[in-house]
């Protein structure tokens, strides 16, 4: 059965980018594969994080991810932390990547150039990322375009660690959704919709209320010449509202466009269409948030199941390197 592993960082509020690009597709795919699913809490901590908002983020994330549809039974779903060799692995990741190639990655180069301090683990977090996929033999990784990059790295290294160590590691490919794989800042569509980036109106939370969403859309950045139809190049925010709203509502941006003539209207439209996708999704999430014990009851059981797989593939590595047995 095909393996699919992809995780998620508690750094703030999970947002319709995540859901469109993302998590939407990690629901569907349980059916027709076995899934694990991972809140990655150690990548957050590659900037300075606040200890309890941290835990309550983590804890309300795999929530989240239980009430848009990720099913405890039929997936692994379990925090990263909980599970010590995704760190193991990362070490052997560090010394298959090459200084180079982990200073070409866009991410870091876009965020240390914006923070103030920059730490050893953003530079290295997507060995991180490469361990946290390799050690489940990987099939698929479901993410958004933002991620290709470090699916691409993921794929070399696996496949420079079995070039020099023997067949190990099961080499990954990313899957992307055609619709909704980059939502843009509602108020910089030059950017991606971010849960770490300081622009409140820019993102849509999954938990915002209808009000909230309905505010956020109309504030929405357009142009000028007030046409609407789907050209990323020239009309980014534009273009940007009908991507939602066709992936919303299951059509392409262009077909979205139809019968839309004012952006007014565009807007009130989109807002409808993602108050609609979310209300079923923040009713469950309420119910779960209610009961904070039976979610760490079932993120201790998927944490079992993983180690159980992770401890195996991180076993054969070991072996291949050369490491001595215990
Ligand atoms: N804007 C987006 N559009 C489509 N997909 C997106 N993803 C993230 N943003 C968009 C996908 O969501 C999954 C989780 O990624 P993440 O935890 O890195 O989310 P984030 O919102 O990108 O969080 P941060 O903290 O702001 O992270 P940075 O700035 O590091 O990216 C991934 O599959 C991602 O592709």
New binding site residues.
């Given amino acids: 059965m095909t393996r699919v592993f992809?995780g998620?960082?508690p750094?703030?509020s999970v947002?319709l980018?995540?859901y469109?690009?993302?998590l939407r597709n990690w629901a569907a795919m349980q059916d027709g594969a076995d899934t694990v699913y991972c809140v990655v809490d150690l990548h957050a901590l590659t900037v300075p994080q606040d200890p309890a908002e941290l835990r309550a983020s983590t804890l309300s994330l795999a929530q989240m991810l239980i009430a848009i549809g990720i099913d405890p039974e039929r997936s692994t779903l379990f925090i990263q932390s909980h599970v010590s060799e995704h760190t193991e692995c990362a070490w052997l990741m560090e010394c298959t990547a090459s200084f180079g190639e982990l200073r070409r990655m866009t991410?870091f180069k876009d965020k240390s150039e914006k923070a103030k301090f920059v730490s050893g683990g953003l530079f290295t977090y997507p060995a991180l990322q490469a361990s946290d996929i390799i050690l489940y033999d990987t099939d698929q990784v479901p993410?958004?375009?933002?991620?290709r990059q470090h699916i691409e790295l993921t794929r070399d290294l696996a496949e420079r660690f079995n070039n020099r160590y023997g067949q190990t590691f099961v080499v990954p490919e990313a899957v992307v959704p055609a619709a909704?794989?980059?939502?843009m800042d509602l108020q910089n569509p030059e950017n991606?919709?971010?849960?770490?980036?300081d622009s409140p109106q820019g993102s849509v939370s999954l938990l915002d209320d209808p009000a909230a969403i309905e505010k956020k859309f109309k504030r929405a950045v357009t142009d000028s010449d007030n046409e609407v139809h789907y050209d990323p190049a020239t009309k980014p925010g534009v273009s940007n509202l009908l991507s939602i709203l066709g992936a919303a509502t299951g059509q392409s941006p262009t077909e979205a466009a139809t019968g839309i003539e004012r952006y007014g209207d565009l807007k009130v439209a989109t807002a409808q269409a993602v108050i609609e996708l979310l209300r079923p999704v923040q009713a469950r999430y309420h119910e779960l948030a209610a009961d904070p014990a039976e979610t760490s009851r079932l993120l201790a059981v998927g944490a079992d199941k993983a180690r159980t797989i992770a401890r195996a593939t991180l076993d054969r590595a070991h072996q291949n390197l050369g490491l001595l047995a215990p």
């Fill in positions: 992809s998620i960082k750094s703030g947002h980018g995540n469109l690009g993302a991410q993410v958004g375009e933002d991620q909704g794989a980059r939502v991606k919709m971010s849960k770490s980036e």
